[in-house]
């Protein structure tokens, strides 16, 4: 076997390695932090010799970049409790198998693609089983399971449409976000924010593979289903009074964005995953702050707690700073978009729905964002609340996601 | 190069270091402030100068990828449109510093507040001395967001942040339209920079097919009205003007420079883009007719108002309808003189309202008319005087401005259409000052007619200078005011309509006043209950609005619950 196929399964075992001995030991989770931080900061190293050494293709280089920085901030933001040992036991598991399923190609990436969707079928809440949703949730599992492992066997077609369907679980789009949504709302701690990462970065990898391959029928298909999927998303999301499920549809509602452009841009690269890696990283950045908040005081639902912003000065800036870029994601993909579309006549149907679509994710991004602001860091504070405001830890666990988002969404 | 820069940079610089060091170093903050703005007013004023004698400056700063280049363009274009703008923005800008170094004394926010000033300062700059319509929204965006947070700067107060969330949204229902007029723009033209793209529309004819070729509309017309309906929401013109008359919770500084400033962004946008424009008569004609429906109502739901901000609020949302208005007659460099004179009132106004309502420490309300005197009946002179404002003086300053000023009155009808609403506004004045029973002698009535006579031919002294100066190639000023030039039959029933309603307002007036009613039957006098009723709930254009939004956020509760 050439090193360049087995440096990528052993980047992507070590932390997946080191996750289960955690899961099964009681090792101190100080220790256990210190010990994750070092892993991100090997396999860090690792990538960028990946890169180096044979050229890594750039787009999936960044995108494993990302989900090794969300897994440092959740790591070093991650509080001291009971669940601390949990969480970081979830977070390299999780980084192991993203990253292997980003990192590698043909069967072995199919395989980690597997315990990945296997792992965040362990990871529900099971109090909830007998429910329709969650059978329903769980069929969607097994079917992204059959079709992630006969995607290595099956002609052509139908393996695009079996990665389509894995991509549009990993990449939400209504009525496939239930599986995203159910794990966001059961993430305990900070590891929301690293599961949004994750998620978001696996269906960008998965979209890479296959986004030239794509119909002009599948295309038109997709542009309608983004569009319903924004409509559905942004109102759940202006309706939301829970605050892990108003992240969730929100990331949904602008998600729809990259399905619904990809009709009217082509290179999906150049537009498409840093504009994936900013919303993942901005959106992560919001669940991360809530999280906080979440871990102070037992917050879970929006509006009981407001006016952090004048007892908690740092949760105050860091959430204006978040919610600035949240506001502007939508323009991100239309001006790097604009820069490879073609100046040749397009039909009018596209661009009706590019609008009707950019239309709904601006204008709900736009109520939605302000309002989960005025829920929770403008207005008055309550009296009857100890504040104790952002640890440094956890003010640069934010400011690394915002400056990740600055970097993908502006710079790159 | 470099002094341009350094205009924006000074502001830019300001903000950062009051944003990150202001905490540290509370009695600096207005210094840093004020002498950043003061500084770039200084290079504003050089700038001017020296653009005016060696022509335009245009140069990019930041073209980030070769093949992007004609996209992400970061640079500046000043010229003369640009630097009077930077002119005004930064005088206005200092003084609403100095202002605030008093007004916000003692606040937890005071620095927040000068690191937005300064900040908002920056973003104007930037905006006016844009070279292309992609920095040009860039700009406009930051806008939209520092104009919410200094309107929200008060944030435990929840009716401050729910009418800055008001404001930002329907910023943003502009914004989507403009986004679309730059999407058209390339597409169809291959460029955002202004002069490439002006260049590009005047030489060739793109169209745009609708409907499987059923409708063809000019590409031309689209962007010029997608991007048109930016300038509406900024510019608080109907139907996206419910904004402005409800940010009167922000301190009373920041009403000055939104009035002053952020909302002429509208009318600078349609100036910049004066020669797009010019190739559309549809799109003038369309501008013309929502800025009259924004003069109409803006100056009568003034009328119905008792708060002294809000009235300024509403005579603001007036003017702005009479830029845009000018802009729809081709008259774009007069636009910028009103909007000049315009800003340096308003802010005047504001700053002297609040120290005013500081001063009477009471509810910010109009003094009661009868504690100026007994609320008598009219007496003739105000009715001589409001005939002599009314219907002599724009008869001579039309006469005038023929004879001395050379204004084409046959090739263009928009300059005639613009000296006659200066008689509506002089009607206005007068129905405004005798509402509140000011034409009391004989001296205020003879200095108010003076004054007037006076304006009105600065004005159109201004007009003249302005044209000359803002496009002073050979047949462009012209150019815009063929382009915008009226049908003549819709010109005459204009002129023939507004005449009649000015009369009957008059006649009803002064019935009233002599207590006789001629002929004002009791269904008139319902009318105009009904009609006051309607001016005081703003035409319910707000209520339909939050209805809607309930409507939507009940239909969002049923969806999120599902989600």
Same mark, same amino acid.
């Given at each position: 076997m050439a090193l360049d196929n087995i440096v990528p399964v052993i980047l992507s075992l070590i932390p997946l390695a080191l996750g289960i001995v955690w899961r099964y030991s009681n090792g101190s989770s100080t220790i256990q932090k210190s010990v994750g931080l070092i892993v991100i900061g090997v396999l860090a190293v690792g990538l960028a010799y990946m890169w180096l050494a044979w050229g890594i293709e750039p787009s999936i280089l960044l995108l494993a970049s990302a989900i090794l920085l969300a897994g440092f901030c959740t790591l070093l933001s991650q509080e001291n409790s009971e669940q601390t040992s949990a969480i970081h036991t979830s977070v390299l598991i999780v980084l192991g198998l993203s990253l292997g399923v980003l990192l590698n190609q043909a069967m072995v990436s199919r395989i980690f693609l597997c315990g990945l969707l296997g792992f965040i079928a362990i990871s529900?809440?099971?109090?909830? $089983?007998?429910t329709f949703r969650t059978k329903i949730l769980f069929l969607h599992i097994s079917l992204a399971i059959i079709f992630s492992l006969s995607s290595v066997f099956v002609g052509e077609t139908l393996q695009v449409f079996a990665r389509l369907f894995l991509a549009v679980t990993f990449l939400p789009l209504a009525p496939f976000h239930f599986p995203f949504v159910r794990t966001i709302k059961d993430a305990k701690g900070a590891l929301s924010s690293f599961w949004i990462v994750a998620w978001l970065m696996t269906g960008m990898g998965e979209l890479f593979q296959i986004y030239s391959s794509l119909t002009t029928e599948m295309l038109s298909i997709l542009s309608l289903l983004a569009l319903l999927s924004a409509v559905y998303a942004s109102l759940a999301s202006l309706g939301q009074k829970f605050n892990s499920l108003f992240v969730a549809s929100a990331t949904v509602a602008h998600v729809a964005l990259v399905w619904g452009l990809l009709e009217v841009f082509? #290179?999906?690269?150049?537009? @498409?995953i840093p504009f994936g890696i900013t919303l993942a990283f901005v959106m992560g950045g919001i669940s991360l702050a809530f999280s906080f908040i979440r871990q102070r005081y037992g917050w879970k639902t929006? @509006? !009981? $707690?407001?006016?952090l912003a004048s007892p908690m000065p740092r949760f105050g800036v860091a959430m204006g700073l978040l919610v600035s870029f949240a506001l502007f994601l939508p323009l991100f993909p239309i001006f790097s978009g604009l820069m490879v579309m073609p100046t040749i006549i397009t039909q009018d149907i596209e661009i009706a729905m590019t609008l009707l679509l950019f239309l709904v994710v601006w204008l709900g991004g736009g109520w939605y964002f302000i309002q989960m602001l005025h829920q929770t860091a403008f207005g008055e504070a309550r009296s009857d609340v100890p504040y104790s405001d952002l640890r440094l830890t956890e003010l640069i666990a934010v400011s690394a996601l915002l400056l990740g988002a600055t970097y993908s969404g502006v710079i790159y | 190069m470099t002094i341009p820069i350094l205009i924006l940079f000074f502001p830019l610089l300001a903000g950062i270091i009051i944003g990150v060091l202001g905490k540290h170093m509370p009695s600096h903050v207005a210094k840093v402030g004020v002498i950043a703005t003061a500084s770039s007013f200084f290079l504003s004023v050089w700038t001017l100068y020296n653009m005016s004698t060696e022509g335009p400056i245009h140069f990019m700063?930041?073209? $980030?990828t070769p093949e992007g280049s004609s996209i992400f363009g970061i640079g500046m274009l000043v010229d003369r449109l640009t630097a009077v703008m930077m002119v005004l923005i930064t005088s206005v800008s200092t003084v609403i510093h100095i202002y605030s170094i008093r007004y916000?004394? +003692? #606040?937890?926010?005071y620095a927040r507040f000068f690191a937005l000033l300064s900040f908002i300062t920056f973003v104007i700059l930037a905006l006016v001395s844009s070279p292309n319509l992609f920095m040009l929204f860039v700009c406009w965006q930051l806008l939209s967001w520092a104009l919410y947070l200094i309107l929200a700067f &008060?944030?435990?107060n929840r009716p401050a942040c729910q009418n800055a969330f008001k404001t930002f949204f329907v910023h943003r229902v502009g914004d989507v339209s403009f986004l679309l007029g730059i999407f058209l723009a390339y597409k169809y033209?291959?460029? $955002?920079?202004f002069n490439e793209l002006f260049k590009a529309a005047a030489e060739q004819t793109q169209m745009i097919s609708l409907f499987s070729g059923m409708i063809d509309i000019s590409a031309v017309t689209a962007i010029a009205l997608f991007i048109f309906v930016g300038a509406i929401a900024k510019s608080s013109q109907? %139907?996206?003007?419910?904004w402005l008359p409800d940010t009167? #919770? =922000?301190?009373t500084p920041v009403s000055a420079l939104m009035h002053a400033g952020i909302i002429n962004a509208g009318g600078f946008l349609l100036n910049r883009l004066a020669p797009f424009y010019a190739l559309s008569p549809i799109t003038l004609h369309i501008v013309f007719v929502i800025g009259l429906l924004t003069v109409l109502l803006g100056a009568s739901m003034m009328l119905a108002q008792n708060d002294i901000k809000k009235t300024l609020g509403f005579s603001t949302m007036g003017q702005m309808g009479y830029m845009i208005m000018e802009c729809g007659l081709g008259a774009f460099a007069l636009a910028i003189f009103h909007l000049i004179a315009h800003g340096l009132f308003k802010a005047s106004l504001f700053l002297g309202a609040g120290q005013g309502i500081h001063a009477a420490?009471?509810?910010?309300?109009?003094? &009661?008319? =009868?504690a100026h005197g007994p609320k008598g009946s009219s007496n003739q002179l105000s009715f001589i005087t409001g005939l002599i404002l009314t219907l002599i003086m724009p008869l001579v300053i039309l006469m005038v401005a023929h004879d001395?000023?050379?204004?084409p009155l046959q090739n263009s009808n928009g300059a005639v259409i613009l000296l006659f609403f200066a008689w509506v506004t002089a009607s206005q004045v007068m129905f405004s000052l005798y509402r509140l029973h000011a034409v009391a002698s004989w001296k205020v009535a003879g200095t108010m007619i003076a004054a007037l006579f006076f304006i009105g031919f600065i004005y159109l002294w201004a007009a003249d200078v302005f044209i000359h100066f803002l496009y %002073?190639? %050979? +047949?462009v000023a012209d150019g815009f005011f063929v382009a915008a030039a009226l049908n003549p039959r819709v010109f005459d029933t204009l002129i023939l309509l507004s005449t009649v309603l000015i009369l009957i307002g008059w006649i009803g007036a002064y019935s009233n006043a002599k207590g006789q009613? !001629?002929? !004002? =039957?009791h269904w008139l006098n319902l009318f105009k209950k009904e009609l006051y009723i309607l001016l005081a709930n703003r035409f319910y254009i707000d209520l339909l609005y939050v209805r809607w939004s309930n409507r939507i956020l009940r239909l969002a509760q049923k969806f999120g619950d599902h989600f």
């Open positions: 529900l809440n099971r109090k909830q $089983l007998n082509p #290179d999906f690269p150049r537009w @498409g929006l @509006g !009981i $707690l407001p006016g | 700063i930041w073209p $980030l916000l004394e +003692g #606040d937890p926010g &008060n944030f435990p033209f291959g460029t $955002l920079e109907f %139907p996206l003007h419910v009167m #919770d =922000s301190p420490r009471e509810e910010p309300k109009l003094p &009661n008319s =009868s001395m000023l050379n204004i %002073p190639g %050979p +047949g009613k !001629i002929f !004002i =039957s």
